[in-house]
T-cell receptor, first 113, second 114 residues
Framework: KAGVTQTPRYLIKTRGQQVTLSCSPI?????VSWYQQTPGQGLQFLFE???????NKGNFPGRFSGRQFSNSRSEMNVSTLELGDSALYLC????????????FGQGTRLTVV | AQSVTQPDIHITVSEGASLELRCNYS??????LFWYVQSPGQGLQLLLK??????LVQGIKGFEAEFKRSQSSFNLRKPSVHWSDAAEYFC????????????FGKGTSLLVTP
């Protein structure tokens, strides 16, 4: 059974640009959550999608957005990139999104220069 | 509001020695508790979880954790550490409702010496 796949693994962007990250959950899983990991703030919850609906959102500015498709694949978008957006972005997949068990991808390392 | 505290930023243990990583949480009800491990450049791997029932839970790789409601703690233990256990360890709490959102501690970095 394939795990959670995040693409790309690494990205370098310039301030002011926008970026889209992709996450393919484990087959059959309908919940996808996104987290930002930085050395200073640690792991912070961004948002969660279940069956194409955003059910929960963390405390991030509106520049951070996401969506989920009918096949449960999810994308997150960050517009008008800032240096502080440099981070490891992790996606987690779970069957129902009820905190029973989540499986994480390897993450996308975003560097903003 | 939920919060998770991992008091130890770094811990160094000798290979073969026992290990205990501390985790304290703040939450009104019985939380869902997790321990994850992260190797450099990798995602998070679930070691174990506690939802209810037996307060001593067994996980993968020989790890166990004990839920102590009176102390609001969920400490991770391993009787004999292997060099491959060197990694970052995160304690997390979930609300137990829908809309998956884990609240993570800042992590404890484990160094294993020969």
């Amino acid at each position: 059974k394939a795990g959670v796949t995040q693409t790309p693994r690494y990205l370098i962007k310039t301030r002011g640009q926008q970026v889209t990250l992709s996450c393919s959950p484990i087959s059959g899983h309908r919940s996808v959550s996104w987290y930002q990991q930085t050395p200073g703030q640690g792991l912070q919850f961004l948002f969660e999608y279940f069956s194409e609906t955003q059910r929960n959102k963390g405390n991030f500015p509106g520049r951070f957005s996401g969506r989920q498709f009918s096949n449960s694949r999810s994308e997150m978008n960050v517009s008008t990139l800032e240096l502080g957006d440099s981070a490891l972005y992790l996606c987690a997949s779970s069957l129902r999104g009820d905190n029973t068990e989540a499986f994480f991808g390897q993450g996308t390392r975003l560097t903003v220069v | 509001a939920q919060s998770v505290t991992q008091p130890d930023i770094h811990i160094t243990v000798s290979e073969g020695a026992s290990l205990e990583l501390r985790c304290n949480y703040s939450y009104g009800a019985t939380p869902y508790l997790f321990w994850y491990v992260q190797s450099p450049g990798q995602g998070l791997q679930l070691l174990l979880k506690y939802f209810s029932g037996d307060t001593l839970v067994q996980g993968i790789k020989g790890f166990e954790a004990e839920f102590k409601r009176s102390q609001s703690s969920f400490n991770l233990r391993k009787p004999s550490v292997h060099w491959s256990d060197a990694a970052e360890y995160f304690c997390a709490v979930g609300a137990g409702n829908s809309g998956y959102a884990l609240n993570f501690g800042k992590g404890t970095s484990l160094l294993v010496t020969p």
